[in-house]
């Protein structure tokens, strides 16, 4: 019998806002992402100088699985949480920026620190790396974020045991536009999310 599951805590980020379970937990007056993902790795006091190294999609998603996953991990033991994550854009933005570095022939530099970030997944291999994850995960490109699919994919993770809980969202960046919405899925119940799902809290 599929056992039934529960949203636990969720965290969007947008408009140079940062809000957790439905909470605004930082907000600045509009600037670019590379200075708001600064000023919020500050102010949460995150402790990890490999993140100035990432590009912005993996910085959203970092910053958006720190708030969530932090406070549940520990460093001492494996954590049994799989990712599962999608956006539109794939690595496009910095798919265009390493081209750029290679078009030029004048000044001609093909950055590694550049290229190692043009594929989506590489992501959810910092978030890994952060949290101590060797569990499942996943990064799909949709044209929107496909909230059945993803709810479904995280339900079949859960209930043939291999995740205890799963990380799961939408993680939109490009040409500084950005969206991150993550939350985490159990077979724990959570009457704070009874009456919603993943669509309506994404939506909100």
Same mark, same amino acid.
């Given at each position: 019998m599929t056992q039934k599951t529960h949203i636990q805590s969720y965290c969007t =980020?947008?408009? !140079?806002? =940062?809000?957790? !379970?439905?909470?605004?937990?930082?907000k600045i007056e509009p600037t670019n992402f590379a200075d708001f993902s600064k000023q919020a790795y500050r102010n949460f006091d995150m402790q990890y100088p490999k993140f100035f190294k990432m590009?912005?999609?993996?910085?959203?998603?970092?910053?958006?699985?720190?708030l969530l996953l932090s406070p549940i991990t520990s460093s001492e033991q494996e954590n049994n949480i799989a990712l599962v994550l999608a956006n539109k854009s794939s690595s496009l933005d910095t798919?265009?920026?390493y081209q750029e570095s290679i078009s030029d022939k004048e000044n001609y530099y093909p950055s590694p620190a550049v290229?190692?970030?043009?594929?989506?997944?590489?992501?959810?291999?910092?978030?890994?790396?952060?949290h101590q994850l060797k569990s499942e995960n996943s990064f799909f490109i949709f044209d929107a974020f496909n909230t059945?699919?993803?709810?479904?994919?995280s339900n079949i993770l859960l209930n043939s045991d291999k995740a205890d809980l799963v990380l799961c969202g939408w993680v939109e960046f490009f040409n500084d536009d950005y969206k991150a919405f993550l939350c985490l899925i159990s077979k724990e119940e959570n009457e704070n999310y009874t009456n919603e799902t993943i669509n309506t809290l994404y939506n909100k």
């Open positions: =980020i947008q408009n !140079n806002e =940062i809000v957790l !379970n439905g909470t605004s937990v930082f590009d912005g999609l993996s910085k959203l998603a970092f910053l958006g699985s720190e798919d265009v920026k290229f190692v970030y043009t594929l989506p997944n590489i992501c959810l291999g910092e978030i890994s790396i952060r059945e699919f993803m709810w479904n994919y």
